[in-house]
């Protein structure tokens, strides 16, 4: 059971927007930054998203990120097929002293 | 360009020991402080431990406190996981990766891991 709560899965035709939560509490999304990170099979994450909104260089302006309160979510804006991928959230929890990741998303292409 | 290298996986038996290295290049690596995050077969992300750039602040995840040490020498850009009494399920592809200043200890770099196994 992880500290972070994902939606196990999500699933959109190209060119559809797909939205994923995370969800914490006050320890952890509520007092700090969030990072998202994208794995695609087989490879290590990449970070997609950073400090709750950031997009780093070379990633594409179709993902953005939001915080509120104790949640987290990341928009995939016209979905492609390169972006079938597994999406994880993060944050560091004050009360635990340590990281905590989402369960991760599973994001399919139809 | 930011290249973080692991070596030192492999099989090992339960109660066994190991000691992960990672190799940083591209950036100034004392100036940074550094994650080590594991991924069991099939699973998700776990986060193993965090230790500042100066080694003066140190963390672990409970599964790990008491058996493995994350350790740098900054001389030689590298960093270390030293793991003690080896499980089933400390069996994982284990990853180093960067931290981004001022991120709350948030990763930014990740390395391409080792595979640890731990079987008899």
């Known amino acids: 059971q992880s500290v972070l709560t994902q939606t196990p899965s999500a699933s959109g035709t190209p060119g559809q927007r797909v939205t994923i939560s995370c969800s914490g509490s006050?320890?952890?999304?509520?007092?700090?930054?969030v990072n998202w990170y994208q794995q695609l099979p087989r490879t290590a994450p990449k970070l997609l998203i950073s400090?709750?909104?950031q997009r780093p260089s070379g990633v594409p302006d179709r993902f953005s990120g939001s915080k509120s309160g104790t949640s987290a979510s990341l928009t995939i804006s016209g979905l492609r097929s390169e972006d079938e991928a597994d999406y994880y959230c993060a944050a560091w929890d004050d009360s635990l002293s340590g990281r905590v990741f989402g369960g991760g998303t599973r994001v399919t292409v139809l | 360009e930011v290249q973080l290298v692991e070596s030192g996986g492999g099989l090992v038996k339960p109660g066994g020991s190991l000691r992960l290295s990672c190799t940083a290049s591209g950036f100034t690596f004392s100036t940074y402080s550094m994650n080590w995050v594991r991924q069991a077969p099939g699973k998700g992300l776990e986060w193993v431990s965090s230790l500042s750039s100066s080694s003066n602040y140190i963390y672990y995840a409970d599964s790990v406190k008491g058996r493995f040490t994350m350790s740098r020498d900054n001389a030689k850009n590298s960093l270390y996981l030293q793991m003690n009494s080896l499980r089933g399920e400390d069996t994982a592809v284990y990853y180093c990766?960067?931290?981004?200043?001022?991120?709350?200890?948030?990763?930014?770099?990740w390395g391409q891991g080792t595979l640890v196994t731990v079987s008899s």
């Open positions: 990766a960067r931290v981004a200043p001022g991120s709350g200890w948030n990763e930014d770099y």
């Open positions: 006050s320890s952890n999304i509520g007092s700090t930054y």
């Open positions: 400090r709750n909104d």
